[in-house]
């Protein structure tokens, strides 16, 4: 499975921006599909992610400011981020899991200005 990630940029605190994660080879083989993020110096942190039994998980920090979203047909998984605060500044990855193997996606820079 590949996954590519895309929508990061800039905005300022208050904005919203959407980013898309589309796999791509054995997509049948997914199970859970999510993003995380990382801070320099953290680690890698949920963000939110689909889960194998069509649950959602948020991490606290993003919870009702964030919504993930998946379309089967196109192989995407979307992450509408509205509201957007200066702590929010990072890079966040596109994940995809099946039991034991997970997947990564390259990292999408998203700024947020004060």
């Known amino acids: 499975v590949q996954l590519q990630a895309s929508g990061g940029g800039w905005v300022q605190a208050g904005g919203s921006l959407r980013l898309s994660c589309t796999a791509s080879?054995?997509?049948?083989?997914?199970?859970?599909m999510g993003w995380y993020r990382q801070a320099p110096g953290k680690q890698r942190e949920l963000v939110a992610r689909?889960?194998?039994?069509?649950?959602?998980n948020y991490a606290a920090s993003v919870k009702d400011r964030f919504f993930i979203s998946r379309d089967f047909a196109k192989k995407t998984v979307y992450l509408r981020m509205n509201s957007l605060k200066p702590e929010d500044t990072t890079v966040y990855y596109c994940?995809?899991?099946?039991?034991?193997?997970?997947?990564w996606g390259q990292g999408t820079l998203v700024t947020v200005s004060s």
């Open positions: 994940n995809a899991g099946s039991g034991p193997t997970t997947w």
């Open positions: 689909l889960t194998s039994d069509g649950g959602i």
């Open positions: 080879g054995s997509v049948s083989s997914i199970e859970t």
